[in-house]
């Protein structure tokens, strides 16, 4: 009696199918662009994304994810700072500017001829967005972030 386990271990050629020609094989592969290769980008995304997803949402802004060497080669997943436009509508932009040129509350509501009430809402939401509990953090989120010192 033939044992059903070995059969289905046999290859695809084996069994009389057809075998698939392996995309790393054939001299076409040679010296490619690997960041033209839809697969490799694929395999990338998946990467980060799971990397991400191990991570977790409070994970540290600038320490990296992965860093790893595999076949000579570099692996090193670090997170970016999200543009402000992404993250800050045009006016908490306008007050983070004005916070990190050293204005208080009270001056900024006096120059943008808004209540002091709204300049702490938009603080409030400011921090939140960049998860910050500080004016001070908020700065330091912000410093290494030249689109925010540019004019609208």
Known sequence: MPNDSIATSVPHARRGLPERESPWRGQERLGADPGSDELVQHLVQALVRRVGELAGPHRVARKPLLDMTELGMRCLL???????????????????????????????????????????????????????????????????????????
């Open 78 to 152: 670090v997170p970016v700072a999200p543009k402000v436009d992404e993250v800050l509508s045009p006016r908490e932009r306008e007050i983070a500017r004005m916070v990190g040129l050293g204005y208080t509350n009270r001056s900024i509501a006096g120059v943008l001829e808004i209540s002091l009430y709204t300049v702490s809402a938009h603080m409030r939401r400011i921090f939140t967005k960049l998860d910050v509990g500080s004016r001070a953090a908020m700065v330091a989120a912000l410093s290494d972030n030249p689109d925010l010192y540019v004019a609208d």
